[in-house]
């Protein structure tokens, strides 16, 4: 979206005459609605949108605008977000050994099919590094083996705040975060994680699933919360896969699928695509 | 959906405040809007909605609330259209000899995924007699070969009038239809037929993809035009297939893609989720 | 396949020469190889192949060339399995309320996809009666509730020794199997089950696949061992799904993955297509 | 496949016994086949197979074991290729301007996915030239307008002789080959285009896509031959697209299909798992 506009996500107690209200406050200060996108969840009672909104035409400043949304927005008892396009947003991306995934947002952010800038790359390892310095973005090495981990995500902390990072993507970051960091970055934490039918515990699923016989292996895209891996999902991808498949193949495919189910996770954030509602996020696909 | 209610589809150019009015208009009479997508389409400047109005609290008649939409349609310029929940589309089926299509309707129907009514199942030839009646639904055996084709064609043209059938599928019906026929449904008329990567054109298109060893095969679920198999496409499926499968191996998986792409092609159009704009057809997924 | 024929499938410790063995047997009576499928597990080390031969020009009986095979069999400590072909496969399905997959299993016997002779449709309800009625097919409504479980599944081995049945489907059968009858028929009986990402435990999965916003859902067809849900995987089939599907949307959409799964799982089977390793199947898909 | 082996691929008019003759070759030098596909093409009458041979236990050097085939692969009237494994392919890559498919090429070539060697990329615009730079691979900027066509594409027929360049690979490269350089390298050009569903003929096949509204878009990885985008199809990938993609967004998502169904398609060419015949090739997938 180049022009100039909008993006607000809402969400409240389901109750008649939202939209009404919402585009005729949109409509009063000549904005123009182009997407309009609602979700009324009838078991839930509840009511979600995101709007794009062009701004050309205001008869307000857009700063007033958004002001001036408080009065309905507070009157509906509602969580809402503006944002103003056009808009990057700033970006870490936390990483270990494995480079498939930094390597696929890299290359999606050039060709700006993801609005993003990246204004870190921070790995527990040094394997990355290079892959950051041709990229020409910073690269921290920060150790957080053993005792050094509380240190360690202090210091991811202090530089998530230090650069206004709005979005942490754990790209194959192979840490346990603590719950306290979690917590302060809750809702603007992506991660990505193989995913398997059946499920399968313990260590080395891929031997799992090669002894199982599986025939579809994928990966899930997901909000960070201090439940290791029930977050809200974002996306979520599948291949088929045979019996002739190694342990190794399956490592190779599955990769295919985090890379793919990341990058659409992290599209579908940075566009405001999605709202978390408690332990799901509505996503309003594109 | 089991509540009373309304489906409301509306197209017009586009233009600020569109959905401002409308949702006002619903909020006015006390209607719960339960779903509302809307597409603005910006490379054609027009814009094309879809409602889903709850109407036990409204403080008119359905009716008044219908007639009195008038004046805003007709301020927008708009074409629109009004439906009434529950319903239950009256259909006619035109087969010829295969029944897949047929059955995957049927059996769809019963379980009440199709919204639909089959008033008729109407074949120019008797092969799939048995099958209607056993659903217990009429069947007319109509002889459309060569000199006969103008009168059949006028048969069932009648029995379409007569029945008040609102939606005509083409379930493996392998007649062209006239022209007239065609401009007098404009718009009902369902059809689905195979598809490949790329095109062949001519006879025994399946004989044509094995020589060429293609590794997608297809179906397309569009409305009919009087240009042949170029209408607006309503929904599209495709199979993988390997250098071993038969031309009878083609022929079976693209039956597969054939009923699937029908039976959703179908629920999109009972369900009012279909808006034809020229040559192509606004769909709004469930 | 309507020439006369053969399949073999066989499964033995992977060393080397076991083509050219096999081959070599075959040709000497001038069977013609039309397939010859095979898989080496290297990390099992253990060989796994299914091979489809024509007869016509068989210098021996058929009867002889398969017990001459055992001397060839023995020496190579193999598991094999002779079919004759035309072969239409006897078949019990066991059903209890929901027909979706005795449909299709039907209609797809009726197509000839699937070459099997259904003997009878056992149920522990009286829902599908009708269905089977109509099909031609004997009903056999035997209660398995509470304290007839026991006497029931008596009655249903009975039937399946008496009918020579080769395999049992059990299609959205609603009852816990003994583990008695899991291993009278071992290799034979299959079962279809949904199938989510991550997997719910408890009652009601799709209310849970709501509740965390899953954006697959799927089916996983599966030989039925005594370890509940845990016998070798056949096929799976996954589908899209979003926020705004209800869980009946998700129970809708399981239902289509469900029947495409559990036909092509029968398909596989009945075309001696998997050869069972533990807890895995070997398929060779067509 | 890390240890020493030899892929044979072979085809040549079916009849019985093949299958046995080359098993027992293999087997008397006591070579292991650890893969054996084949594919018995009974419309065609024709046979081809691709084995997988470990030559640890080789009685004799690979060197006689592949000239000493010859006796058989005469008497059989075939056509038949081995290759020594470990083996990586000489890759020249051509490019225009966009760089979604090389990267994906180079990304998957670092992590082993595909084994290949890449000697040259070669381009008739300079916009990969930095991406060559940081691969350490040479770039060769040769101009192909005008006039300068037939030289420019000698230039690249004496560089794909001079480094012996096995595989040249059309990574949306935007000019048509001459027929003698696709004579010249027949069965070793690989390019990737855009596939619909239908077909559009001229310019700018998204607008039309968008105009016709499609629900599928794809990709089509195939092996070049004079008649242009008609040769032997490798690989075929597609994705869903809605109403609201506009012709940007189906490139984007075009341009997905594309990397991903060419990376396959190399895949599948440098593991020696293709077989032109005629207009179509054999895959062996894995």
């Known amino acids: 979206m180049s022009r100039p506009g909008l993006i607000l996500k809402l969400s409240c107690s389901d109750q008649p005459g939202i939209v009404a209200k919402i585009a005729s406050y949109v409509a009063s200060h000549r904005g123009n609605l182009v997407a309009f996108e609602q979700f009324s969840d009838q078991l839930g009672g509840k009511f979600f949108a995101r709007l794009e909104i062009q701004t050309q035409e205001f008869n307000v400043d857009v700063q007033d605008f958004i002001d001036g ?47 993003i800038e990246i204004t870190s790359i921070i790995g527990n390892r040094n394997s990355c590094r290079h892959i950051a310095e041709h990229a020409n973005i910073p690269f921290h090495q920060i150790d957080m083996d053993g005792e050094n981990r509380s240190l360690g995500f202090e210091q991811i902390h202090q530089l998530i705040i230090q650069q206004n990072v709005e979005l942490i993507v754990l790209a194959r970051f192979m840490q346990i975060l603590p719950n306290g960091f979690c917590s302060a970055f809750a809702g603007r934490i992506i991660n990505i994680h193989h ?12 031997a799992q699933a090669y002894q199982r016989g599986v025939k579809l292996i994928g990966a899930t895209c997901h909000y960070v919360t201090s439940e290791l891996d029930a977050g809200p999902i974002i996306e979520q991808e599948v291949d088929r896969v045979h019996h002739f498949h190694t342990p190794s193949d399956l490592v190779r495919i599955g990769r295919h699928c985090e890379r793919i189910a990341l990058a659409k996770g992290i599209r579908f954030h940075v566009h405001d695509r999605t709202i978390i509602d408690g332990h799901r996020a509505i996503v309003f696909p594109d």
């Open 69 to 115: 949304f408080g009065t309905l927005g507070r009157s509906l008892q509602a969580n809402w977000h503006f944002r103003r396009l056009p808009y990057r947003m700033k970006t870490a991306v936390l990483v270990t050994k494995t480079d498939h995934c930094l390597n696929e947002i890299l290359w999606r952010a050039e060709l700006d099919e993801l609005p």
């Open 195 to 206: 995913s398997f039918l059946p499920a399968f515990i313990g260590a080395n699923p891929y």
